[in-house]
């Protein structure tokens, strides 16, 4: 649940966790002051930056405008931030596990888009990525325990993703980055960041729409995954969605040949279909201990 003040030109959200910063002008001038530093991550779309408050870390994305078709479709629709708000605490009233969203604003000027920024907490965990090619480091006994828990975590991920789309979310940025583990109070959980993009709607989401998040999750080279982890959270998306094998093996191929064709177009992969899918996508060995 969420509030909206104006504060000039500006309107800011506050939700319950985020009313403990001295109401919107105390944000406003958190932001300000966060722009003012530098940032941890940027973006063609927008710029992050690390801050802590009150003794608690959290995150300040700013968004910026960088196209004019961009500018005028925010005149028709809400920003970015408020879309952040909504899908966010959406998810979260659907058990997925979310960063918390504190305060979110835009300025306009009549229609037009002038700014807008989100505020969240810091999320405890690790990006899923880093936590898979850490387990793959492990040598010796370790090894077998670490093979096991690679696996568990490769299958949540696959049911985690087949719950989202059942649930008729689709993620706007479903790359490994934005893919975290985070410890609950019965066991980690799969959790999903970045949701300026992300779209709800009517369940289940579709396949033509679902599918490119398929897509994304396969396209980024990682340390310690191969083929083989593909197909396992393959495997465990088509089980929890309920596919007869049919199914799996008929919709498998267009996300094959679309991660291939994006790894060609976006990453500069001139060989991409000549290679193949298994040499394409095999990550650096890792490293053993």
């Not at 105390?26 to 802590?52: D, F, I, M, N």
């Not at 998810?91 to 009549?110: H, I, K, Q, S, Y």
């Not at 996300?255 to 990453?267: C, P, Q, S």
Request: hydrophobic residues 45%; charged residues 30%; glycine residues 8%.
């Amino acid at each position: 649940m969420s509030v909206s003040m104006r504060v000039g030109r500006w309107r800011v959200w506050l939700t319950t966790d985020g009313a403990s910063i001295d109401g919107p002008a105390g944000w406003l001038a958190l932001v300000e002051r966060a722009a003012a530093g530098l940032p941890c991550h940027r973006s063609k779309h927008a710029t992050t930056y690390r801050v802590r408050v009150h003794g608690r870390e959290l995150y300040v994305k700013c968004y910026h405008r960088y196209r004019r078709r961009t500018d005028l479709k925010d005149m028709l629709r809400a920003s970015k931030a408020r879309q952040v708000l909504r899908v966010s605490a959406a998810l979260a009233a659907a058990d997925f596990a979310v960063p918390r969203v504190l305060a979110a604003g835009e300025e306009r000027r009549g229609a037009v888009l002038r700014g807008a920024w989100v505020a969240t907490a810091a999320l405890r965990g690790i990006p899923l990525a880093d936590r898979v090619a850490g387990l793959a480091g492990e040598n010796g006994d370790a090894r077998r325990r670490a093979l096991a828990e690679k696996r568990r975590l490769l299958t949540a991920l696959g049911v985690a993703v087949a719950r989202l789309h059942a649930s008729g979310f689709v993620a706007g940025d479903l790359v490994p980055a934005n893919v975290w583990v985070t410890p609950t109070s019965s066991a980690d959980a799969i959790a999903f960041l970045d949701h300026d993009r992300t779209r709800g709607g009517r369940a289940p989401a579709p396949w033509t729409r679902a599918r490119r998040n398929l897509v994304q999750l396969n396209r980024v080279v990682l340390a310690g995954i191969v083929a083989t982890d593909r197909a396992r959270v393959y495997r465990a998306y088509t089980a929890e969605r309920g596919w007869t094998r049919r199914q799996a093996r008929r919709r498998l191929p267009w996300v094959i040949r679309k991660t291939i064709e994006r790894r060609r177009r976006f990453d500069g992969v001139a060989e991409a279909a000549a290679l193949g899918f298994r040499p394409l996508m095999r990550g650096p060995a890792p490293r053993r201990r």
